[in-house]
């Protein structure tokens, strides 16, 4: 079966430093990879998705950045993280077009909740 | 008009109730329907996957599809405590290289023993 990873679950940063979240996947091969941010009261937004390694899209322009080193792995990062930064950050997978799962569901990882003081 | 619109509640109900959640969105090529819970500080869970129009029911819950009315429903019967939580819906369109889904805000839902 499929698992998803995210690390850390939580974190502290202060505005300015820089941020690297990973998020790793288990039990398939070549599946699309998204980052989200979740807000109070505004819902799941797309930042980057990535339908293979070193293939990624950005959705919001913004002063983050994702990359796909490995097949399974994603990462998002920043250089200086701003107040705006704060949020629930979800990590989700879908299995890639044309397997016998080739379907459109994403399944999520645990989340980080990251708090930029 | 946003794409999708989801009443964001909150709705409180006692144990045992029936549940209707619902969404409404604008897009016509919108194939795919899903709904996905989200416990307080957790990743969102798939619940139901539905495609195109019509009903697929999975134990106490039941996901409606109106595609001539672009309503979509999730209704949950005798609902327990444990059903508390926030319920997302989400949509895409089929086929061609659309890997996005375009989800609701969420509606927080609370069973009350």
């Known amino acids: 079966s499929q698992t998803i990873h995210q690390w850390p679950a939580t974190l502290v940063q202060p505005v300015g430093s820089p941020l690297s979240l990973e998020c790793t996947v288990e039990?398939?091969?070549?599946?699309?990879l998204y980052w989200y941010r979740q807000a109070a009261g505004r819902g799941l937004q797309l930042l980057f998705y990535?339908?293979?390694?070193?293939?990624i899209s950005s959705e919001v322009p913004q002063n983050l950045s994702a990359s796909r080193p490995q097949d399974r792995q994603f990462i998002l990062s920043s250089k200086k993280l701003l107040l705006s930064d704060s949020g629930f950050y979800l990590c989700?997978?879908?299995?890639?077009?044309?397997?016998?799962?080739?379907?459109?569901?994403?399944?999520f990882g645990p989340g980080t909740r990251l708090t930029v003081l | 008009q946003k794409e999708v619109e989801q009443d964001p509640g909150p709705l409180s109900v006692p144990e045992g109730a029936i549940v209707s959640l619902n969404c409404t969105y604008s897009?016509?090529?919108?194939?795919?329907f899903m709904w996905y819970r989200q416990y307080s500080r957790k990743g969102p869970e798939l619940l139901m996957y539905?495609?195109?129009?019509g009903n697929k029911e999975d134990g106490r819950f039941t996901a409606q599809v109106d595609k001539s009315s672009k309503y979509i429903s999730l209704f949950i019967r005798d609902s327990q405590p444990s059903d508390s939580a926030t319920y997302l819906c989400?949509?895409?369109?089929?086929?061609?290289?659309?890997?996005?889904?375009?989800f609701g805000k969420g509606t927080l839902l609370t069973v009350n023993p």
């Open positions: 989700a997978w879908r299995p890639h077009r044309g397997t016998p799962q080739g379907t459109n569901e994403q399944f």
């Open positions: 897009n016509s090529a919108f194939q795919y």
């Open positions: 039990g398939t091969s070549n599946p699309n």
């Open positions: 990535s339908i293979g390694i070193d293939q």
């Open positions: 989400a949509m895409t369109e089929s086929g061609g290289s659309n890997y996005k889904l375009t």
């Open positions: 539905t495609y195109s129009s």
